[in-house]
């Protein structure tokens, strides 16, 4: 058996092409486009790559992208005062302020000084919270995405087993409660986790956000299984320079019912949300109804 290649790049040009849409009819309605704001602290190459890909999306589906790129050695004080002069700005409906942020800044409460309604993230603490109660809120980017690929390979998830790996914030934790909400059986894997191997074997759905190089193996997994790979690890090797996700795909692939690719499988999701995400600040902001994407 070999699995079916979860094409995230596709789904997520579907994605964005609706939000293209979505915004001509924002523009048509209100005379201005979506605006989204992009904080980037220091010169991280990998963020960089990510702030052009963001300022390049945000163009081609009709936005407004503004990014504003400060020294490594901006102090808080100076980060704050941005934040809250963008909060301030009428022409501003996202805020995405790049993580992780230089060690001297304290991240939380720079998330915390983002206005909840322009939390296009969805990192902030009001937002964590609406989507633990189940209001209606912003939920960060990367679990959406990988709940929408699960929902196209997968259908209703109702009463299948998934286990998520990784614990942190911004994936693994809203990802557990996207499948909780989905009618899944949730097992959170993290560090600390016995016989990882055995856990992971018992489940339908494998999310893996861990940030460990081809750490979980083909033989982990249960024959027919969905395999969402989160991971974005640069490694050099024999091959070169490359990117590899959290799963060993070539072995996978012999085992998996469907896996997502790295690159070219959960990272353009990440992408497609963020704008979705604008977009409905952009409808709330303008007391329009939510835009059905
Ligand atoms: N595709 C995309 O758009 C995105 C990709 N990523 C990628 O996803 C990965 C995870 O990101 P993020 O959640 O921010 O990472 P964090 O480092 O914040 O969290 C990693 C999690 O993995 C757990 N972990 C670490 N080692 C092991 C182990 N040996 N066994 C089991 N669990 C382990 C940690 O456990 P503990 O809590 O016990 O320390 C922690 O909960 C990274 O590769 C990152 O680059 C991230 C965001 C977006
Ligand atoms: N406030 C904040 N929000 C984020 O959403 C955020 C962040 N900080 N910090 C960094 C992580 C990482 N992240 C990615 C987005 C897209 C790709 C992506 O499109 N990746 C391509 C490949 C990119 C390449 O070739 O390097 C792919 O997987 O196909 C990857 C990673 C968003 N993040
Ligand atoms: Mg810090």
Avoid at 34 to 43: H, K, N, S, Y
Wanted: aromatic share 2%; charged share 20%; hydrophobic share 50%.
């Amino acid at each position: 058996m070999t699995a079916r290649i979860i094409d995230g790049k596709a789904f997520a040009a579907t994605l964005r092409g609706r939000v293209a849409e979505g915004v001509a009819a924002f523009r048509e309605e209100t005379g201005r486009a979506p605006g989204l704001a992009v904080v980037l602290v220091g010169a991280d190459p990998a963020s960089d790559v990510y702030v052009r890909w963001k300022g390049k999306a945000t163009l081609a589906a009709g936005m407004v992208g503004t990014e504003h790129r400060l020294l490594a050695e901006t102090t808080q004080e100076a980060l704050l005062a941005l934040v809250a002069e963008l909060n301030a700005d009428a022409a501003v409906d996202g805020i995405l302020v790049q993580l992780p942020l230089p060690g001297h800044i304290d991240s939380a409460a720079v998330i915390a000084a983002i206005d909840p309604d322009k939390d296009v993230d969805g990192f902030h603490v009001v937002n964590a919270g609406r989507l633990a109660v189940g209001a209606d809120g912003y939920v960060p980017c990367t679990p959406l995405g990988c709940a929408l690929l699960l929902e196209d390979v997968l259908g209703d998830l109702s009463g299948l087993d998934a286990v998520v790996i990784g614990r942190s914030n911004i994936v693994g934790k809203p990802m557990a409660q996207l499948l909780i909400d989905r009618n899944c059986t949730v097992t959170i894997a993290h560090s600390r986790t016995r016989d990882l191997a055995a856990v992971v074997r018992r489940a339908d759905i494998v999310v893996a956000a861990v940030g460990r190089p081809e750490m979980i193996r083909g033989d982990w997994l249960k024959p027919g299984a969905t395999v969402i790979d989160v991971g974005i690890n640069r490694v050099e090797d024999a091959a070169g320079r490359r990117l590899v996700g959290d799963v060993a795909y070539d072995e996978a692939l012999a085992v998996a019912g469907a896996i997502t690719p790295v690159p070219g499988g959960v990272g353009p999701m990440t992408i497609a949300v963020l704008l979705r995400n604008t977009l409905v600040a952009a409808h709330a902001r303008a007391g329009l109804a939510k835009p059905a994407i």
